[in-house]
């Protein structure tokens, strides 16, 4: 299994920047694909960003597209997520996690997320 790990999360005003890191350790990890979801006290899970294995493939949705930006570097084994122009509704704890099937339509199904790392924007 591909073991993920969050970081880079942390309390900014809104309009600031954050860029999480999903740092992977494991087997063959420039294979998978990988997504960012959130899922913040009492809401359902959100993925709010994805790529392919080789980067050739993104995702957004509609709530950050023009503000975030996904990328990976695999010989790093490391995907990133910037976060520019934050707002309120951001706030969120932000995982990581392997993809099992890619969505036109931003329905993944993804396994093997983290703990999560926290990110809060205040006003």
């Known amino acids: 299994q591909v073991q993920l790990v969050e970081s880079g999360g942390g309390l900014v005003p809104a309009g600031d920047s954050l860029r999480l890191s999903c740092a992977a350790s494991?087997?063959?990890?420039?294979?998978?694909?990988i997504c960012w979801f959130r899922q913040a006290p009492g809401k359902e899970r959100d993925v709010v960003s994805a790529?392919?294995?080789?980067?050739?493939?993104?995702y957004y949705a509609d709530s950050v597209k023009g503000r975030f930006s996904i990328s990976r570097d695999n010989a790093k084994k490391t995907v990133y997520l910037q976060m520019d122009s934050l707002k309120p509704e951001d706030t969120s704890i932000y995982y990581c996690?392997?993809?099992?099937?890619?969505?036109?339509?931003?329905?993944?199904?993804?396994?093997?997320w983290g703990q999560g790392t926290q990110v809060t924007v205040s006003s």
């Open positions: 996690a392997v993809l099992s099937t890619w969505s036109d339509v931003g329905l993944f199904e993804y396994q093997n």
């Open positions: 494991g087997r063959a990890f420039s294979a998978y694909g």
């Open positions: 790529i392919n294995w080789n980067g050739g493939r993104l």
